[in-house]
């Protein structure tokens, strides 16, 4: 079936890049998505991107897809202590099924 | 705040307890999910509503009972529920399946079972 990988945990200092890596295994995947979790609230969604782009960046954040690897990366530029939360990586093949992994906690230090 | 809506935010029940879990966004989607956070876990989609029909269950065990009574709302009826049961429970929304059909959370209800 469908699955979602990505590592529980990054840590990096203030003002250096943050990049979580995720990996998926649906190769009809049409959507990409980042979501991101503050503490005690719900999943926000950061950015997307269409599985027939490479790259998408918006700010601070660059969205790097690579389709043959199934392997989908999100780049924090000049990581800030507010950008501490839980970032999931999902993916959209048909119909109304979304898979999301497990989230990796972003630990950023002052 | 998202437009989703989901009460009690925390929630405590016994294993031989009944209780409900209440979901209701203001966006005007039609489709409606319920999503199982545990920790170090990906997470789970329990169930899907399109226009208040349901579209996906992925194996829930019969203590979750889904409701949608409308496409605005979505209920989640637990009953004898176990520990392993305690873990976050997001509602979500979007449009619908088409297009980029962004998913919106709520904030979530804490169960513990006790």
């Known amino acids: 079936g469908e699955d979602v990988e990505q590592s529980l945990f990054l840590s990096v200092r203030e003002g250096d890049s943050s990049v979580i890596n995720c990996t998926y295994t649906?190769?009809?995947?049409?959507?990409l998505y980042w979501y991101k979790q503050e503490p005690g609230a719900g999943l926000q969604l950061l950015t997307y991107?269409?599985?027939?782009?490479d790259m998408k960046q918006d700010q601070r954040l660059t969205v790097l897809l690579n389709k043959k690897d199934k392997h989908l990366s999100l780049r924090i530029a000049d990581t800030q202590t507010g950008d501490s939360a839980i970032y999931f990586c999902a993916e959209r093949g048909g119909g109304f099924k979304t898979i999301f992994g497990a989230g990796t906690r972003l630990f950023v230090k002052a | 705040e998202t437009g989703v809506t989901q009460t009690p935010r925390h929630l405590v029940m016994g294993m031989t307890n009944k209780k409900s879990l209440k979901c209701e966004q203001h966006?005007?989607?039609?489709?409606m999910y319920w999503y199982k956070q545990s920790a170090k876990k990906p997470l789970e989609l329990m169930f899907v509503y399109n226009f208040k029909e349901q579209t996906e269950n992925n194996s829930v065990p019969s203590r979750f009972s889904p409701e949608c009574p409308n496409s605005s709302h979505l209920f989640l009826h637990l009953h004898t529920l176990q520990p392993e049961d305690s873990a976050l429970y997001l509602c979500?929304?979007?449009?619908?399946?088409?297009?980029?059909?962004?998913?919106?959370f709520g904030e979530g209800s804490w169960l513990t079972v006790v």
């Open positions: 649906d190769s009809s995947s049409t959507y």
């Open positions: 979500a929304s979007s449009q619908d399946h088409t297009g980029i059909d962004t998913i919106y």
């Open positions: 991107i269409f599985s027939n782009m």
């Open positions: 966006l005007g989607h039609n489709a």
